[in-house]
């Protein structure tokens, strides 16, 4: 299956038993709960997506998603550009205990009753492979700010500060063990 549009249910034991691939595109606009998470909704999603049955006669989907998306970088809290490619590599399951005895290989897929949401799929794939911290990696332009911490002024702390046992070492200096001496 070959073009834009995304189906929206599919019977995965089926699919793999016919190997089709779905190649398509997604806006990102359509996942809501991605979207939620991003600076803004706009994009696409693209998708390759291969159904087929492994050596086990296990329905699996191999493939990839990508996707650019725009987050906030968490150091200097502009939007960035963030590319998103996660790689597929899942095995149909109807039941959880069946994910005990998958090859490590594969991720897990619950389908209790066999088919899968393909839009709800991508947009977990692409919430997976959102970094926790996004951030700027190399660019000199990306500068943390400064001051903004609940009770920070924007000066750097201390570079020394003090022992907090220092105080214990000289009590124990002053006669800190005439306590040892006492009759009990």
Sequence with gaps: MTGNSVPSKVDVALFSKQGREVRASMAIGDMPRLAGLLADGSGTASLDLRFEQDVGRRPVVNGSISATV???????????????????????????????????????????????????FVQDELILALP?????????????????????????????????????????????????????
């Design 132 to 184: 926790v911290i996004p951030r700027h990696e190399n660019d000199v332009s990306c500068r943390p700010l400064t001051g903004d911490a609940p009770g920070g002024d924007g000066v750097a702390p201390e570079e020394v500060k003090d022992n907090p046992f220092a105080v214990l070492s000289a009590l124990k200096g002053r006669g800190g063990d005439q306590g040892s001496n006492q009759e009990s």
């Design 70 to 120: 725009s987050v906030i970088c968490q150091r200097c809290l502009e939007p960035m550009a963030l590319v998103l490619q996660p790689r597929v590599t899942v095995a149909m399951i109807r039941r959880e205990d069946e994910a005990d005895t998958l090859p490590e290989e594969y991720d897990p897929l619950l389908c209790p009753d066999g088919e899968v949401v393909l839009g709800e």
